[in-house]
């Protein structure tokens, strides 16, 4: 069953923050500049995804992992009072 989380960081070295948002994009979607939705497969794969971030991690910089239950999507709205669509149907990993 996939799991889907919530990705956000605040990297201040420009190189980092690129190549950590090239690892998120192997797992899901950027919803926004370093806001990112993805989908993992199995549990160690979040801890993996972990291990490869933190290479590029200073001593300042921020990386948060939120949880979205399934039902959290369905009860989402954009700006304008419309429902989120859905999750990716299928992720290449």
């Not at 070295?13 to 989908?39: P, T």
């Not at 200073?58 to 039902?71: A, Q, S, V, W």
């Not at 989402?76 to 989120?84: K, M």
Request: hydrophobic residues 35%; aromatic residues 12%; contains cysteine.
């Amino acid at each position: 069953m996939l799991k889907y989380y919530l990705i956000c960081f605040d990297i201040s070295n420009n190189r980092s923050r690129r190549r950590v948002a090239n690892l998120l994009l192997e797992y899901g979607e950027r919803i926004q500049k370093s806001v990112f939705e993805v989908a993992i497969k199995r549990d160690n794969e979040l801890s993996l995804l972990r291990s490869e971030i933190q290479p590029y991690m200073e001593n300042g910089d921020d990386l948060r992992f939120y949880f979205l239950p399934p039902e959290s999507r369905k009860n989402s709205q954009d700006y304008q009072g419309r429902p989120l669509k859905e999750f990716p149907a299928s992720i290449i990993i």
